[in-house]
């Protein structure tokens, strides 16, 4: 898969993408990451990328140009892409949205700054992504989050021992509790179901435990899971508890 990212900062993005999962996916070729400068698109001696809002206000607007200009020259490229502006006002980026955008070959994504891009640049545009009811200074942080998100869908991104199937969201659920070694630590003694050797037992307190804590933490992930009658009666049971996590 490649992610084309078209920013003005583009040495924001080293650091996080080389090391660790992302950067081994890069060296195996199983990704590929551009970092595209948005100012190469600009024109003129100072290569200008913003400039004062029109009607007044505060901040500085990014201009169209540079940024419909640099989309335009990746999109003669193939494969087909998907264009994303990453925006606090767009689809909240959800586990559903990052393994839809998983599908596709090639996505381009452009990064904001000051007070966002000209209107216009929603012309060149696919879809508006928001990681989060939050605003942040630019979206490179969030271009890192969505490509760190979708690149560990990729088929072989992950190895086997980290595996995605159980995670939160991919059931429409929080994950269970996770413990390793020491058995015991500070008075606390890892569950018993886990070291029983009894796979069937771990796999129903798992699940039992995946319900518990979405049931507390986030009812409105619940609401949406798909359950089976073996979910539900777990909940009804939990309903006629007071246990706190
Ligand atoms: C300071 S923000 C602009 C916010 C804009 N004035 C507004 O109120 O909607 C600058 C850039 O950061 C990025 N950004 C900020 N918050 C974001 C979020 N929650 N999700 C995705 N991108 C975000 C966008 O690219 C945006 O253009």
Same mark, same amino acid.
């Given at each position: 898969?490649i *992610?084309d990212?078209?920013?003005? *900062? ?8 080389e090391?660790s999962i ?18 190469d !698109? ?9 400039? !004062?809002p029109y ?16 989309v335009e ?12 502006l990453?925006?606090?006002q767009?689809t ?10 998983a ?8 990064c904001? &700054? ?5 209107e ?9 992504? #928001?990681?989060?009811? !939050?605003?942040?200074t ?10 760190d998100a979708?690149?560990?869908m990729i ?8 595996? #995605?199937?159980?995670?939160? *969201? ?6 269970y509790?996770? !413990?390793t ?11 018993e179901?886990?070291? #029983? ?7 129903q307190?798992?699940?039992a435990e995946?319900l518990? &804590?979405t ?7 619940i609401?949406?899971?798909r ?14 508890? #007071?246990?706190?996590?």
């Amino acid at each position: 898969m490649i *992610f084309d990212i078209l920013t003005l *900062f583009p040495e924001m993005f080293l650091s996080p993408l080389e090391g660790s999962i992302i950067g081994k996916a890069r060296q195996e070729g199983k990704i590929t990451i551009n970092l595209i400068n948005i100012r190469d !698109y600009a024109e003129g001696k100072h290569r200008v990328t913003d400039d !004062y809002p029109y009607g007044g206000g505060q901040g500085m607007i990014m201009k169209p140009e540079p940024i419909i200009r640099g989309v335009e020259a990746l999109l003669a490229d193939k494969p087909k892409a998907q264009v994303i502006l990453m925006t606090p006002q767009g689809t909240p980026l959800r586990q559903e949205v990052v393994k839809r955008l998983a599908q596709h070959a090639r996505l381009i994504i452009i990064c904001g &700054r000051y007070e966002g891009v000209d209107e216009r640049v929603r012309a060149v545009v696919d879809e508006e992504i #928001s990681i989060g009811d !939050y605003v942040l200074t630019g979206g490179e942080l969030a271009a890192l989050v969505l490509v760190d998100a979708v690149a560990r869908m990729i088929p072989g991104v992950l190895g086997d021992e980290e595996a #995605s199937e159980d995670d939160s *969201f991919s059931q429409g659920l929080l994950e269970y509790p996770h !413990y390793t070694r020491p058995r015991e630590f500070a008075g606390r003694r890892v569950p018993e179901v886990l070291i #029983s050797g009894d796979h069937q037992a771990i796999e129903q307190w798992r699940r039992a435990e995946a319900l518990r &804590r979405t049931w507390k933490r986030r009812p409105d992930l619940i609401s949406r899971a798909r359950l089976s009658d073996e979910d539900q009666r777990i909940l009804e049971k939990l309903k006629g508890t #007071s246990e706190t996590d």
